[in-house]
């Protein structure tokens, strides 16, 4: 690990302090007029994802973790775990659903998933802002469902329950948002 002060953090950087690995979310350099300066952070542990907030002297060290973004093919489902393949090196991967998170809802056969790694081990996923999925299950529409704004629930194939309009129909290929799990278009 490398050792860096206070002063050269930055956003996004991520940090191995006594309480695990976390991720610089905000920090604020602070000179008051009297005593010492100071970094007040705000850290999301990266693996639990809980925020806290945390000041540090100015010029204290502190030791920088090294998280490396690879890219994986999804490959198949090995019981509960996720199997991914690296797109450069084709070494095979297990991934518990428990890493994945929410993740695992927009992942299917195929799709590419960049996943953070630290060391050996998978501390998340970056997945891009929406992905194309296909309805598995809903009511089909019919001639004059089309109320404003109105609802109903669909399966997508990966088995997320969304609410889609009434017009999207089983087969149909839609967009979902994966920050939130929200219907954005038909695809």
């Known amino acids: 690990m490398a050792a860096i002060t206070t002063n050269d953090i930055k956003n996004g950087m991520a940090l191995e302090l006594e309480g695990g690995l976390f991720q610089i979310v905000d920090f604020q350099h602070v000179k008051p007029g009297k ?4 970094v007040r952070t705000t850290l999301r542990n990266v693996r639990s994802g809980a925020v806290v907030d945390r000041t540090f002297r100015a010029g204290e060290k502190v030791e920088r973790a090294m998280i490396d973004n690879r890219d994986m093919n999804f490959l198949y489902r090995d019981g509960d775990d996720y199997v991914f393949m690296d797109t450069v090196t084709y070494d095979q991967l297990n991934v518990t659903p428990a890493v994945l998170g929410s993740a695992g809802h927009y992942i299917v056969d195929g799709s590419t998933v960049v996943l953070r ?8 996923t970056e997945l891009p802002a929406s992905v194309e999925l296909n309805i598995a299950e809903t009511e089909p529409g019919l001639q004059g469902d089309r109320v404003s704004g109105a609802r109903k629930p669909a399966t997508l194939e990966t088995g997320l329950v969304i609410q889609v309009p009434l017009f999207v129909n089983p087969g149909d290929r839609v967009k979902v948002d994966t920050r939130s799990g929200d219907y954005i278009t038909r695809a």
Do not use: P, R
């Open 35 to 38: 005593g010492h300066a100071f």
């Open 117 to 124: 790694m630290f060391g050996d081990e998978v501390v998340g």
